[in-house]
């Protein structure tokens, strides 16, 4: 295989324990990550699958050569997030909790008890976990974000009061066995992480193994039938991009994007523009009838949390309430109402299709150097956010 060149700045990376029997890059074969992927040592996500689609090559040294950056250990914003996920978790248990006292009606009174408790809760995990702040402004980062949970968590009490939506889930899991799921397991909420379960795409005689995270689950009822609602939270400068993938849902265009193309739909598989394609919601989807055993699941929902906007569909069993909230407060424009099952369906089997034909793209051996700078709207293309860019040969000659 000839997608790799030397790697001649080593200093900024390692190698993850994992990878150093790959060291020898140049030596590394397509029947080798053949072998990985029907050995199921390469467990698929909708963000890798959704690297491929970005840039093949980058797929390659993150998720198969395994090269890492270096990270200094330090309250990044990756750890905020996992504070923001507790956060969500322990309010989600909190206010299930109230529910079982009160009802809808009367928990609007008990708002500020719900998010002080919340946030004791928090900052108990917080000091359980981390060290203390050794900056000035990392406490002053620490009170601005805790402020923002507040915030937030007075929208999502009014959001939950509006939809009747009780907490199913948060956090979670599954095919992610590394994970202790002890407090999840432990906790009132009805749907509980399977860490060792895989989504399995079948792909003739080998699975192809999916794993994944789940912000919250929502439970609805409408006229005595539970109704679930996946939403998945968005923390991007860019939400436009969720709204044009919920409005296009390249999935539904699959047949035609082949057509078009004159592609040969056992054979080969298209490097283009598959900037809307996103397997996210689909593999949720997928997840929930399969692993949780959950059929009653057409609706799925992004949030951004910065404008309060949600972006994705729902059922018909669910538009009313939607719409009649939406008429008020307007957070749910861009949301397609009324989907039918039979659209989930093809949602769901288009995007199983394209995980098929990416996966096998990859046994053979197609890692090309193909940022995809279709959509880029500003001069920016994905190797300007790239950490591969100084070991890419992109730049050689
Ligand atoms: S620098 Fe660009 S071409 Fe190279 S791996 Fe990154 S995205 Fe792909």
Not at 152 to 157: G, P, T
Not at 286 to 298: C, E, G, H, L, V
Not at 312 to 323: D, N, R
Not at 356 to 372: A, E, R, T
Request: proline share 2%; charged share 25%.
């Amino acid at each position: 295989m000839s997608t790799t060149k030397t790697i001649i700045n080593y200093n900024d990376y390692k190698v993850s324990v994992k990878s150093r029997q790959y060291l020898n890059l140049s030596k590394f074969t397509n029947t080798q990550i053949e072998k990985l992927i029907e050995e199921n040592k390469i467990v698929f996500s909708h963000s890798s699958l959704k690297k491929y689609l970005t840039c093949p090559y980058k797929f390659l040294l993150d998720n198969i050569f395994r090269i890492k950056e270096l990270k200094q250990f330090d309250i990044d914003a990756g750890i905020w997030g996992n504070i923001f996920h507790k956060a969500m978790e322990k309010f989600a248990e909190i206010f299930s909790k109230y529910l079982i006292d009160y009802n809808f009606a009367e928990i609007s009174s008990m708002k500020q008890n719900i998010i002080e408790n919340t946030m004791l809760n928090l900052s108990q995990y917080f000091s359980n976990n981390y060290r203390i702040f050794r900056y000035r402004s990392e406490f002053k980062q620490f009170e601005k974000n805790a402020q923002s949970y507040k915030e937030f968590l007075n929208k999502e009490i009014d959001r939950r009061i509006s939809l009747y939506a009780k907490p199913g889930a948060v956090e979670l899991a599954f095919g992610i066995p590394s994970i202790n799921n002890e407090e999840n397991s432990k906790s009132n909420l009805l749907i509980k992480s399977e860490n060792d379960k895989y989504l399995e795409i079948e792909d003739g005689q080998h699975k192809i193994w999916i794993c994944g995270f789940i912000d919250l689950v929502d439970i609805i009822q409408v006229n005595n039938i539970s109704n679930y609602l996946i939403i998945d939270y968005k923390k991007t400068s860019d939400f436009n991009k969720y709204k044009e993938i919920v409005n296009l849902f390249t999935f539904r265009n699959l047949e035609e994007i082949w057509t078009k193309n004159s592609i040969n739909k056992e054979s080969t598989f298209p490097i283009l523009n598959f900037t809307n394609t996103d397997f996210q919601l689909p593999i949720y989807i997928m997840a929930m009838k399969r692993i949780f055993k959950i059929d009653n699941i057409n609706s799925a929902l992004f949030y951004h949390l910065f404008s309060n906007q949600f972006a994705g569909f729902v059922s018909q069993e669910l538009s009313e309430i939607f719409h009649s909230v939406n008429a008020k407060n307007k957070i749910y424009n861009n949301v397609r109402k009324n989907i039918e099952n039979s659209e989930i369906d093809m949602i769901v089997d288009n995007a199983e299709k394209l995980i098929k034909l990416i996966v096998n793209q990859m046994k053979n051996g197609v890692f090309p150097i193909s940022p995809d700078i279709s959509h880029s709207k500003t001069s920016k293309t994905p190797c300007d956010y790239c950490p591969y860019i100084s070991i890419c040969r992109i730049n050689s000659n």
